[in-house]
């Protein structure tokens, strides 16, 4: 598939939403991906799936693991391709931990799996705990990059889309100034 395939799909599903949104990380935008409007459907995350599972495909690979929420579908299908064991870390009093008997053995190669990565926060946090259970992260599989390249996980990695939404300061954002309300999309936060 091509980057403007992709981004239709998108855009079809109604996965890239436009208007005024109020980021994670403090700022402002007009664009919000919203990955699981895309990944309700089994088809098009086969798909989306299929270029993270192509790239790994000769990559020594014991484990797939997902930051809940919104990676948990994205891992599940890529573990899926790969025909490897699936797991996610949640948030416990804000800190991404394994949960569910869920565990790492020391030496486990381990792909980390993302539906949106920004700043990458949670995906660096997945790292340190696969890191710290004595497992090791052989590469980052993402669907959006709206980092466009930026955020490097100093392994492999891999995204389906790869884009740069403009973001604003508050105190700049053109639409606050037009007075439009701004709203909080995604999901981090929730347990
Ligand atoms: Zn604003």
């Not at 797991?87 to 539906?115: H, M, P, Q, S």
């Not at 884009?163 to 007075?179: D, H, N, R, S």
């Amino acid at each position: 598939m091509t980057q403007q395939e992709i981004l239709d799909l998108f855009i079809e599903t109604g996965a890239l939403l436009e208007g005024h949104f109020l980021l994670t990380s403090g700022k402002h935008s007009n664009k919000y991906f919203q990955c699981a409007k895309v990944l309700q459907y089994p088809e098009y995350a086969g798909k989306l799936g299929e270029i993270i599972s192509v790239f790994f495909k000769h990559y020594d690979i014991d484990t797939v693991i997902a930051p809940a929420v919104g990676g948990i579908v994205v891992g599940q299908e890529v573990a899926r391709q790969l025909n490897k064991k699936s797991i996610f870390a949640e948030r416990v009093n804000g800190k991404l931990t394994l949960r569910r008997g869920f565990e790492i053995n020391g030496g486990e190669k381990v792909l980390v799996c993302e539906d949106v990565v920004t700043t990458g926060g949670s995906v660096f946090e997945v790292m340190e705990v696969v890191k710290n259970s004595g497992g090791e992260v052989v590469g980052v599989g993402m669907i959006v990059d709206r980092s466009n390249g930026k955020v490097d996980f100093g392994v492999p990695q891999i995204s389906a889309l790869q884009t740069e939404v403009v973001t604003y300061e508050p105190e700049e954002c053109p639409l606050c100034k037009e007075g439009i309300p701004a709203v909080k999309p995604g999901s981090r936060g929730l347990t």
